[in-house]
């Protein structure tokens, strides 16, 4: 890790070659053993050619130089594998070897390993001056063999120093760009689940707003038009009527609101068939409400039931409420491939356009409707004009059943 006293230029880490995640880490993985076993079998070998071909008096300087050279990388080694501070040792331990190079130039293989350690070690300018002082020590040490006569030996150090530089920046470049798009990928899909889990709450809110709509709200808003008209008329025989009337209607609205918190299930869905769920729904809010059922009855899937459920009381409700009405009829129609539910009025009517919006006063109902039907891919109407009543049409896709067994129902 990087040390507090390190320059913003030199970066340390946790192994000559790293071995913990990190930068270098990311772009090499763990060869740290790979590079500090190549570099002492280089280290050796060119040391045991230098002694075979050179007296001793020749040999005690230079062996003394590859001993503090070999001292040096394994101090190097050990400091960077216990994650402590290295570059200090790491410049002296390219010094030293500069020295070693030029004066026994049979050390030059080694130069291999010393570049990519001197890249690994330090970052931005001290990264590239260490490893050109690598190859011009390797370039000047392979010109004294040559007794200056061999100019490739002079200019390939530094040749093959540079290719190495720019292939090891390219390498550099392509990993920090995959760990760019690695990050812009990961935030993405941050984002996408955060977004998601929005959305999924926004639905929810939805749906269980739709449900108090369709249950609580309506059914209060008749209880309180049923009192109210009690009131008036209180004591006479219509008032304790109206007030039974209220009672019951209350009655339901808490089983419904019970069952709305615990399931957010519809009472009698799936204990009773379509038709007669639909008209003891409708008779909730407009008891003189009457049935028509086209086609022949069949079971449906269950969101379907509770939509139809739900725009039949939202419907009601609105008929009881606004309309007026003397005339309230439900037509249920089977096709093959879908459900139809038309809910007739011949109330005061409206101009659907001139609908108020959604507000604290109400407004939620025909917007309720439409996204039910809507959201299981039916279609939704409303047709109505002032003094000329009201329909509400739905129409769900719910193709027949493949077999039928027998006893089912609708």
């Known amino acids: 890790m990087p040390s507090p006293a390190t320059p913003p230029e030199t970066l340390t880490t946790g192994s000559a070659l790293p071995a913990n995640p990190g930068p ?57 594998r216990q994650g402590r501070p290295w570059a200090v040792w790491m410049l002296v331990f390219v010094a030293v070897w500069a020295a070693l190079v030029i ?55 530094l040749a093959v120093g540079a290719m190495l530089t720019l292939i090891y920046d390219r390498i550099e470049h392509d990993a920090a760009e995959q760990r760019r798009l690695h990050a812009e990928v990961s935030l993405a ?60 209607l209350l009655r339901r609205n808490l089983a419904e609101t019970r069952s709305l918190v615990h399931e957010l299930a519809a009472p009698g869905l799936e204990a009773s068939p379509l038709p007669e769920a639909l008209h003891q729904a409708a008779a909730q809010y407009v008891p003189q409400a009457r049935l028509l059922v086209t086609g022949e009855p069949r079971a449906v899937p269950a969101e379907v039931r509770h939509a139809l459920l739900r725009v039949v009381q939202s419907a009601s409700a609105n008929v009881q409420q606004h309309a007026h009405a003397t005339t309230t009829t439900l037509t249920l129609g089977f096709l093959p491939d879908s459900v139809t539910l038309d809910i007739y ?22 917007r309720a409707m439409r996204q039910r039907v809507e959201q299981l891919g039916g279609v939704f109407s409303v047709e109505s004009s002032p003094g000329e009543g009201t329909v509400v049409a739905a129409q769900l896709p719910a193709p027949m059943p493949l077999q039928r067994t027998h006893g089912d129902d609708a």
């Open 189 to 248: 899909q941050g984002q996408l689940a955060a977004s998601e889990r929005r959305a999924g709450t926004i639905a929810e809110r939805e749906r269980v707003s739709r449900e108090i709509h369709d249950t609580v709200t309506q059914g209060l808003a008749s209880s309180l038009l049923l009192l109210e008209a009690a009131d008036r008329s209180w004591p006479g025989h219509a008032a304790r009527q109206e007030l039974t009337q209220a009672t019951e």
């Open 345 to 366: 009025d011949d109330g005061t009517g409206f101009d659907p356009l001139a609908a108020a919006p959604p507000s604290d006063a109400g407004g939620y109902g025909l």
């Open 24 to 80: 270098a880490a990311g772009r090499f993985g763990r060869i740290d053993a790979a590079v500090h076993l190549g570099f002492a079998v280089l280290l050796v070998a060119s040391a045991v050619r230098y002694a075979m071909r050179h007296s001793l008096p020749d040999n005690v300087l230079v062996l003394g130089l590859a001993g503090a050279v070999f001292a040096l990388y394994a101090v190097i080694a050990v400091l960077a």
């Open 103 to 157: 004066a026994a130039p049979s050390f030059a293989w080694c130069s291999f390993a010393i570049f990519f350690l001197c890249r690994t070690a330090f970052r931005g300018a001290v990264g590239y001056v260490a490893a050109g002082a690598t190859a011009a020590a390797t370039a000047v040490g392979l010109f004294r063999l040559s007794d200056g006569t061999d100019l490739a030996m002079l200019l390939g150090p």
